[in-house]
């Protein structure tokens, strides 16, 4: 019976280190995937971000800019013609309505 404890030893002890090495690994794992978790939530972050960035750019770039010219241009000929007076010149163009 006495050469079978030494190997009884040698197995729980062999035993104890692989549940000690599992655990290990499992608790690196663990920790490796939250960083991941964090990783990839703060690329999303920064995509989201970026996005929003090129938007404001691209619409900062792209300001829609009032034709001056044709607004003048329309109001100038507007109430020149007969009927399309203005409230405040009538169709004689006159601010009584006279001549």
């Known amino acids: 019976m006495a050469p079978a404890v030494p190997a009884l030893i040698s197995l729980a002890l062999g035993a ?4 000690y090495t599992g655990e ?3 608790r690196v794992a663990r920790k490796q995937m939250r960083q991941q978790q964090q990783a990839q939530s703060q690329a ?7 996005r929003q960035e090129n938007a404001l750019a691209f619409n900062k770039a792209n300001a829609k800019k009032p034709n001056i010219a044709g607004l003048l241009s329309s109001a100038s000929q ?4 007969g009927l399309l007076g203005t409230n405040l010149t009538g169709p004689l163009r006159s601010p009584l ?3």
């Open 16 to 19: 104890g280190t692989a549940v």
């Open 24 to 26: 290990t690994q499992r």
């Open 44 to 50: 999303e972050a920064n995509v989201a971000r970026q």
């Open 78 to 81: 507007f109430g020149t013609g």
């Open 97 to 99: 309505g006279g001549s």
